[in-house]
């Protein structure tokens, strides 16, 4: 089993900035692609980026892209999303997860195969 472990969200006004952290423990190895998805109320979870631990590939929704930057230190098993230029509609709450590398980067939520228990991030207008 994996645990993910997601801290660094909060209240932030439009135009702001907040880092999440994600810290994986537990079967590791299995962790070859980690990332986040974000789901706002009344809405599905949908993605936001991920990065492959092997070679540093990253990917990212339209929606987030020149704005959050995600990263890893693969010695501390610990990715990072760095939110930048923060919008209203980027108030979600924030899920990390984990899984094996299938060829692509882009994960739906029911591609996921490990969850951290998600921190809410709010952006004030």
């Known amino acids: 089993q994996v645990q993910l472990v997601e801290s660094g969200g909060g209240l932030v006004q439009a135009g702001g900035s907040l880092r999440l952290s994600c810290a994986a423990s537990?079967?590791?190895?299995?962790?070859?692609?980690m990332g986040w998805w974000r789901q706002a109320p009344g809405k599905e979870r949908e993605f936001v980026a991920t990065i492959r631990w092997s070679g540093g590939s990253t990917y990212y929704a339209d929606s987030v892209k020149g704005r959050f930057a995600i990263s890893g230190d693969n010695a501390k098993n610990t990715v990072y999303l760095q939110m930048n230029s923060l919008k209203p509609e980027d108030t979600a709450v924030y899920y990390c997860?984990?899984?094996?590398?299938?060829?692509?980067?882009?994960?739906?939520?029911?591609?996921?195969?490990?969850w951290g228990q998600g921190t809410q991030v709010t952006v004030s207008s």
């Open positions: 997860g984990a899984g094996y590398y299938s060829g692509s980067l882009y994960r739906k939520p029911s591609d996921v195969a490990y």
């Open positions: 537990g079967r590791t190895f299995s962790t070859q692609v």
